[in-house]
């Protein structure tokens, strides 16, 4: 898994379409995308400013902090 804020990871995905995996802690939340690193930048920002659709997402947000953002495409 790589970590949500590493923008070089993000970048190598920004194209690709797919199902992607974020887990926060020991929490998982599963989507898919035709722009998956598009989608996990707006992801990220919105965790960021807690205006992120998931209440549950942001929680663990706060809780684990960045550095245990990570995700994986499936």
Do not use: P
């Amino acid at each position: 898994m790589e970590n949500l804020y590493t923008t070089k990871a993000l970048v190598k995905t920004y194209n690709k379409s797919g199902i992607y995996l974020i887990q926060i802690g020991n929490r998982y939340y599963i989507g898919s995308s035709i722009s998956i690193g598009k989608r996990l930048m707006t992801h990220r920002s919105r965790l960021k400013r807690s205006k992120h659709e998931n209440i549950i997402m942001i929680n663990c947000f706060k809780k684990y902090g960045a550095n245990h953002c990570h995700f994986k495409v499936l």
